[in-house]
T-cell receptor, first 112, second 109 residues
Framework: DAKTTQPTSMDCAEGRAANLPCNHS???????VYWYRQIHSQGPQYIIH???NNETNEMASLIITEDRKSSTLILPHATLRDTAVYYC?????????????FGGGTRLMVKP | DGGITQSPKYLFRKEGQNVTLSCEQN?????MYWYRQDPGQGLRLIYY???????QKGDIAEGYSVSREKKESFPLTVTSAQKNPTAFYLC????????FGPGTRLTVL
């Protein structure tokens, strides 16, 4: 699976959009981009995933660049409860299973 | 409610003792996983199972053992051979994206 690079930490004001970048310059054509988040001392929570088209669900939007070498997770109106570590993961679905390789992630702090 | 349960949430053991962590899911997922997380670090894969009665080692399987006798259950045993067992242990299951349990924090005294 391709490696990802994320900023170690970011701050965001409550009510504003949080834009979390991720670089995955070595992504392969069959690899998806997944985002998870982990609130302190809890299990990671799935947020969203995409292959090449932009995606949106009730939690967030995922913008993937045309060359697929980077992506941005957007939380449109961040709340204090969005304070967490956000992990960007790229992986291909194959018969070996759906293993995820977690890097260090971005620690997002939403401030009042 | 569908989901993944792990018990207990906190576990204390004396050094040299084996301990088994429970993981149960009612999502009807074939694949299940065990991860370990150390403070300030990402998750590392210990073992995974794609189907009942079959499992494979992950990146850090030494000192751990698992079984998969039922689709719903994937218990993890932390043996006395694991040199640094104190950590946060997370179980997951998947059909496509992975769903995680709440975790068990193991402290070996």
């Amino acid at each position: 699976d391709a490696k990802t690079t994320q900023p170690t930490s970011m701050d965001c004001a409550e009510g504003r959009a949080a834009n979390l970048p991720c670089n995955h310059s070595t992504i392969s054509g069959n690899e998806y981009v997944y985002w998870y988040r982990q609130i302190h001392s809890q299990g990671p929570q799935y947020i969203i995933h995409g292959l090449k088209n932009n995606e949106t669900n009730e939690m967030a939007s995922l913008i993937i660049t045309e060359d697929r070498k980077s992506s941005t997770l957007i939380l449109p109106h961040a709340t204090l409860r969005d304070t967490a570590v956000y992990y960007c993961i790229v992986r291909a679905y194959n018969n070996a299973g759906n293993m995820l390789t977690f890097g260090g992630g971005t620690r997002l702090m939403v401030k009042p | 409610d569908g989901g993944i349960t792990q018990s207990p949430k906190y576990l204390f053991r004396k050094e040299g003792q084996n301990v088994t962590l429970s993981c149960e899911q009612n999502l009807n997922h074939d694949a299940m996983y065990w991860y370990r997380q150390d403070p300030g670090q990402g998750l590392r894969l210990i073992y995974y199972s794609q189907i009942v009665n079959d499992f494979q080692k992950g990146d850090i399987a030494e000192g751990y053992s698992v079984s998969r006798e039922k689709k719903e259950s994937f218990p993890l045993t932390v043996t006395s051979a694991q040199k640094n067992p104190t950590a946060f242990y997370l179980c997951a299951s998947s059909a496509n994206e992975q769903f995680f349990g709440p975790g068990t924090r193991l402290t070996v005294l």
